[in-house]
């Protein structure tokens, strides 16, 4: 596609439950970022893969929290046993990895947790 | 650590009037400085970024920004607001020198023009 694309566009779930959202970055783009935006609040980075580098996992809030990248295309962000404070809309980028290249982002899932 | 501050939440201005939305960085090094727009129920969509170069950079819709090193800021300008331009803006940065490559953004900055 032309942009980054993210699935679902908004997500309920109850306490507790674990939820998976998923990213398909710009084609070419080898980099990949996770941002979350909490209500009122600017963006939080959590997490970049780069290529086959190890992730720069040093944004992640807790352990609940993990990502993968599947043949350095599409992203899964799974959060598990999901509480009321990961409420927030979380953000997919991608970039060229290049120097000063700019990141694109998709258009956001929000997620609410009950 | 990086850090980036927007001192203002929100900003006013009349349709036809110049705008400024401030911003200013803190990081180790050279910057790499970007603003980006979010209109409500959307993504961010990138403006503008300085890498090097001419301190007065052009983006898009007509939107620019002067890069000062010496005052660490990258304001964010337009000559001539429109009723569109209303939404909400965040400044973005990281070390041009480093191996991090995640950005530090501001707070955000909402921008409301009236007509």
């Known amino acids: 596609g032309a942009g980054v694309s993210q699935s679902p566009s908004n997500k309920v779930t109850e306490k507790g439950k674990d939820v998976e959202l998923r990213c398909d970055p710009i084609s070419g783009h080898t980099a990949l970022y996770w941002y979350r935006q909490s209500l009122g609040q600017g963006l939080e980075f959590l997490i970049y893969f780069q290529g086959n580098s190890a992730p720069d996992k040093s944004g992640l809030p807790s352990d609940r929290f993990s990502a993968e990248r599947t043949g350095g295309s599409v992203s899964t962000l799974t959060i598990q046993r999901t509480q009321q404070e990961d409420s927030a809309v979380y953000l997919c980028a991608s970039s060229l990895a290049l120097g000063g290249d700019t990141q694109y982002f998709g258009p956001g899932t929000r997620l609410t947790v009950l | 650590a990086q850090s980036v501050a927007q001192p203002e939440d929100q900003v006013n201005v009349a349709e036809g009037n110049p705008l400024t939305v401030k911003c200013t960085y803190s990081?180790?090094?050279?910057?790499?400085l970007f603003w980006y727009v979010q209109y409500p129920n959307r993504g961010l969509q990138f403006l503008l970024k300085?890498?090097?170069?001419?301190?007065l950079v052009k983006g898009s819709y007509g939107f620019e920004a002067e890069f000062n090193k010496s005052q660490t800021s990258f304001h964010l300008k337009k000559p001539s607001a429109l009723v569109s331009d209303s939404a909400l803006y965040f400044c973005?940065?990281?070390?041009?020198?480093?191996?991090?490559?995640?950005?530090?953004f501001g707070s955000g900055t909402r921008l409301q023009v009236q007509p």
């Open positions: 973005a940065a990281r070390g041009a020198d480093t191996g991090r490559r995640a950005l530090t």
């Open positions: 990081v180790s090094g050279n910057p790499y």
């Open positions: 300085y890498i090097t170069g001419d301190n």
